[in-house]
């Protein structure tokens, strides 16, 4: 069962450069959500999506759009990168919302802006 | 401010040794409190979930406690494997709309033989 795939692992960027992170479960999840990782912080919500077809922001949305593809699969989207947004860069979805329903993480995509 | 504090940061023990890692949080309306193993370089994985009613909650060699009256949690691990060396991530989920979980900074756990 591959649950969460995230791609790419690895990237680096040159700051004002643009990407896009793809996320998606097969697990048939509601609920989907983007998360950044900094050393000796806990992880914090950028954007999530409850059900398909919404999405909302959340503690640190600024710079970072999300897309909510279809059920599947959610994107991240770094329009103009900063060397602020060097993290490491978690999706994580769940059958239920957020606050009541277990969380399944992806692998991680480690981003390095330059 | 909702708030979740892990204890300590950083933990050696040799194999085969127990050890027990503290949560404390100021998270209300309180709903359930999540421990999660992260090893290097990998995502976030369940251990447990607890909900306000249960004191004890049991994964294995992993087993957790609440407190829901002095918010306080720990994670006691049996016989500690090798394979035990990881970020133990404590989040607390408030009650609210949207989605609210506030995450522990962890403690790292090494397990040396």
């Known amino acids: 069962n591959a649950g969460v795939t995230q791609t790419p692992k690895f990237q680096v960027l040159k700051t004002g450069q643009s990407m896009t992170l793809q996320c998606a479960q097969d697990m048939n999840h509601n609920s989907m959500y983007w998360y950044r990782q900094d050393p000796g912080m806990g992880l914090r919500l950028i954007y999530y999506s409850a059900s398909e077809g919404t999405t909302d922001k959340g503690e640190v949305p600024n710079g970072y759009n999300v897309s909510r593809l279809n059920k599947r699969e959610f994107s991240l989207r770094l329009e103009s990168a900063a060397p602020s947004q060097t993290s490491v860069y978690f999706c994580a979805s769940s059958e239920v919302g957020g606050w009541a329903g277990e969380l399944f993480f992806g692998e991680g995509s480690r981003l390095t802006v330059l | 401010k909702n708030q979740v504090e892990q204890s300590p940061q950083s933990l050696i023990i040799l194999e085969g040794k127990n050890c027990t890692l503290q949560c404390n949080y100021t998270v209300s309306p309180f709903s359930n409190l999540r421990w999660y193993k992260q090893d290097t370089g990998r995502g976030p994985v369940s251990l447990t979930i607890?909900?306000?009613?249960?004191n004890t909650k049991s994964n294995g060699r992993y087993t957790a406690t609440l407190d829901a009256d002095t918010k306080q949690s720990s994670l006691h691990i049996t016989a500690s494997q090798l394979s035990d060396s990881a970020s133990y991530i404590c989040v607390v989920s408030a009650q609210q709309a949207g989605t609210a979980l506030i995450f522990g900074k962890g403690t790292t756990l090494s397990v040396s033989s």
């Open positions: 607890m909900t306000f009613s249960e």
